[in-house]
Nanobody, 120 residues
Framework: QVQLVESGGGLVQAGGSLRLSCAAS????????MGWHRQAPGKQRELVAA???????HYADSVKGRFTISRDNAKNTVYLQMNSLKPEDTGVYYC??????????????WGQGTQVTVSS
């Protein structure tokens, strides 16, 4: 079994910054892609940023130039540095990870979510 635990959410004023962390633990041989998604009230969950095991990144157009995704493979942890936050960035942020376990089985796991609220 694999668990993903997020931290770092909170309330911040527009223009401020937050850093989210997501640590994976459990039966992990290696992790392929990791990412951050968000879900605003009344909207579908959307991809915010993703990073491969080699460090290649992808961002949603709405966050390019403001958010930075990174990872520490030794710690099985992914980060999301969020700068110049806007009220429309408000939502629950979820991390996910594509995990290869010790039996070479691949599955995608999700964290429980962390609330980010940006006030105007």
């Amino acid at each position: 079994q694999v668990q993903l635990v997020e931290s770092g959410g909170g309330l911040v004023q527009a223009g401020g910054s937050l850093r989210l962390s997501c640590a994976a633990s459990g039966s992990i041989s290696s992790i392929k892609d990791m990412g951050w998604h968000r879900q605003a009230p009344g909207k579908q969950r959307e991809l915010v940023a993703a990073i491969t095991s080699g460090g290649s990144t992808h961002y949603a157009d709405s966050v390019k130039g403001r958010f930075t995704i990174s990872r520490d493979n030794a710690k099985n942890t992914v980060y999301l540095q969020m700068n110049s936050l806007k009220p429309e960035d408000t939502g629950v942020y979820y991390c996910n990870a594509e995990v290869i376990d010790f039996g070479s089985w691949i599955d995608v796991y999700w964290g429980q979510g962390t609330q980010v609220t940006v006030s105007s």
